[in-house]
């Protein structure tokens, strides 16, 4: 690193929501920042699901970290794995690369879905929280389909044509409305031995309802929309076994080719690094001001955060939350930097939360405001269209969205992938 | 199979221009046709080298067969790996998927780049002739410049930051006049640590000049305007040796982490499947109507088949050759159905052939009339927007060039693929 020893190293470890808020928050204050991330683009996550259905391209709901930062000319950006961190020795251990040191370190490395123990369901089912995540699933949605036109043994036809989603959340609930969708619209018109429209897609739920997070009601309206669209809802359906042929959801065995996990959260293991305490979730417990207990210069903020709200509830794992954690922690930094005394304990501010089931429809729960159906969907589509990183991207989701909604077609229906003639849907 | 046993049967393998175009030709004349393909998309190969270097994105430049053929009802398109033919019987096998029979075979199964008997280069060079090579290429070359700006030692850096391209064709012109704009403007203020203007580019030719099908006037401008964009042209440059540390070309040893490979060409190996005479590159020899002889119902065209022009010159490995031939063999199937005779012998209308060489440079030779710089650029710009399949694409392709004209901004710059920790340029 250059001998500029005196500007304050804040490094930041993850570009999701709350790491690239904290990044653009803390530029232009003379502190040298250093980013770092597993991967060189900031993900637009909400919209993961339209990649992974092949409504949208990798490179509509995803931009380049340096792009995004290319005017912050103190920040540095660097793509690697963080292997840990030496609190004592104030250094962030980077595989391959070496070590970094910081003054204030903010942790922002997000979550994943967890798997309850079972890791070795991984190898058979995929989850969703990644852009290689999102194409593995595009690449066995869209493969499942293929295969099936090419045989003739109608049990495996229907083994490759049953899509099981296994969790009731704003995932699970996007992702099945949009294989529904794909199967019974864009696709049928497309093969001739098959029948897309009657592949079935089952959404497991463990719980009593889905999208545990939002007023019963709108759980009722998102069922029965889904059920509309064709969606087999089970609630209170836990997952017992995923195998290469299937899965058993509460005692009955369905043979499927294609499990998608969007259940559990865990966030990613950050506490271990620095050694501390952690939530029932891996996420650190961090104090009001988001610094952890014992290392003042250590922040965690969204997801690998356990912070309470006022009333005493979990805050959720929302962008939103991630957002405003950002800007607060680098206010926190900011105000230490110059000796200003600290900003009041951070509260957060609930804007509302959204979920979309399908073309034209959605759930908004803003608290004593609820919407659904088509009015929840323009606002849902009108909100995620202007967060969307970018000028250049918003135009080309346009493009792609209109053109989709008139035609019913999908723009990024490619199979692509070195693998894609080895996943475990293979049929053998 | 359905019952409908009286339809004649076509079976056509490879679904690139000549496949394509020939399905497109023989639909809607009472005919039973098959397009297998390995992949579930045609490709628009001429555009290629700009989804390997982040231009434009995959979507942009291939489109799923099935949605190109939707309208026509009596073909029918499964993906699959064609392992061999048995011509006795009129059979195609599919990996995996069982046996087709076949009353006409269109073998289009198109050319890969020759590794000139070192397939052991393929460990650590990526060649560029599907969408997978050109995410892998992109994958390699942006994620070489983020692993220089995460180290300190000046060699390594050297070594990741330095591109070799192998083959003075189109593509091998394309491609590092591509890598040369990427460096020098793109990326150029993205970095902090590296200055990406500092990249070393070096085009390997073994012959005597570049774009050898060109007059030596255009060969002669092109590695003057390579040069003025900062690529190293080496011409009788022969590659000796590739291993995951560089190269040895023409006696000299240059370190390097990203070789690309664009040279020679070899026909997928369809003469093997049917036992027949191949020429120098393994394609096979047909007669005048595309025909294989020894067996009157295949037809071989585009890159996999040998039939020289009146003048004896074999045909070039052009996507204008494929289509006029696609479309011929459609019109030989079509009379040899109805009864009708045969048309006259294929005749090769040359068009003229185009090269790019850069933002508003490029060649264009049509015999007597030749183009050259900026008019040239303008003139294959225009040629390769309408001739991109689809109006969506077309759209979508010009916000992408606008865009990257306007800002030199390259929209599709992320890394995915879950092997990207894991490529032989890895920084160990």
New interface residues.
Partial sequence: MPAEAKRPRVIIVGAGFGGITAARALAGHGLDILLIDR???HLFQPLLYQTATAAL???DI?S?I??IL?RD?E???????VTGVDAARRVVA?K???EFGYDYLILATGADYSWFGHDEWARYATSLKT??DA??IRRRL??AF??A????EPKEIARLLTFIVVGGGPTGVELSGSIAELARSTLA?????IRPGAARIVLCEAGPRLLAAFPPRLSDYTARALASLGVEVRLGAAVEHIDARGVSVAGQRIESANVFWCAGTEARPAAAWIGVDAAHNGAVKVRPDCSVPGHDEIFALGDVASLADRDGKLLPGLAAVAVQHGRYVAKVILCRVAGRPPPPPFRYRNLGTLAVIGRSRAVADFGRLQLRGFPAWLLWSLVHLFLLAGY?NR??VY??WS?AWFTY?R?????????H?AEPT???
Same sequence: chains 1, 2.
């Fill in positions: 991967t060189n683009h391209a990798p490179s995803a380049p340096r792009v290319r000319r920040t540095t950006v660097i793509m690697g794995d980077v391959d690369t070496g852009l290689d194409g593995t869209l493969s293929e295969w036109e090419s045989l003739n018109r497309d093969f001739r031995r250049r135009m080309v493009l792609n053109w077609g723009g990024a229906r490619l199979i692509t992938g070195a693998s003639g293979t049929a053998a």
